[in-house]
């Protein structure tokens, strides 16, 4: 069975632009999670996706945005790209009643 | 406020040696509880979990983690430690429901020869 995707593998952006992370979750999970993990800051969740629809969304600013497609694979946009914005950004799904989220191995994000 | 506290940032422990990962966890009724390891520029890998029953849980890797109610903690254990352990090692919580998970701030393994 495969795992949790994510591309690209590594990104590297400007300030100023925008970035788009991808994730595929294991098949038959219907729900994504995305988290960043930033450096000092450790790994603090961003936004959580379930049948396609937005159910939570953490402490970060209206630029960090996503999306769910019909298919279950889920996108992760940042707009207006800051330094600060360089980071590991995690994408898990979940499996079953008991909110056991599997991850991939993430996307690197580097903001210049 | 819910979270989760790992008090070492950073333990070194011999090959071969015992290790024992503290986490300690603040919410008003016991959580699902999670540990994942993470090596060095990957992602993360689930070591155990615990649900509910008994409160000693095996998990993969020859670790296994010890749930104390009247502690409020979850710690990892491992008896004999291998090089290829090193990494850093994350404990995460989540109430009962589908939110998101409450992580630590991680603890970094280092095993020397």
């Known amino acids: 069975e495969a795992g949790v995707t994510q591309s690209p593998t590594h990104l590297i952006k400007t300030r100023g632009q925008q970035a788009t992370l991808r994730c595929s979750p294991i098949?038959?999970?219907?729900?994504v999670y995305w988290y960043q993990q930033a450096l000092g800051l450790g790994l603090q969740f961003l936004l959580w996706y379930d049948e396609g629809e937005e159910r939570n969304r953490g402490n970060f600013p209206p630029r960090f945005s996503g999306r769910q497609f019909p298919n279950y694979s889920s996108e992760l946009n940042v707009n207006a790209l800051e330094l600060e914005d360089s980071a590991l950004y995690l994408c898990a799904s979940r499996q079953g009643a008991y909110n056991e989220q599997f991850f991939g191995p993430g996307t690197r994000l580097t903001v210049l | 406020a819910q979270s989760v506290t790992q008090p070492d940032i950073h333990i070194t422990v011999s090959e071969g040696a015992s290790l024992e990962l503290r986490c300690n966890y603040s919410?008003?009724?016991?959580?699902?509880l999670f540990w994942y390891v993470q090596s060095p520029g990957q992602g993360l890998q689930l070591l155990l979990k615990y649900f509910s029953g008994d409160t000693l849980v095996q998990g993969i890797k020859g670790f296994e983690a010890e749930f104390k109610r009247s502690q409020s903690s979850f710690n990892l254990r491992k008896p004999s430690v291998h090089w290829s352990d090193a990494a850093e090692y994350f404990c995460?919580?989540?109430?009962?429901?589908?939110?998101?998970?409450?992580f630590g701030k991680g603890t970094r393994l280092s095993v020397i020869a």
């Open positions: 919410y008003g009724a016991t959580p699902y």
């Open positions: 098949s038959g999970h219907t729900s």
């Open positions: 995460a919580v989540v109430p009962k429901g589908n939110t998101p998970l409450v």
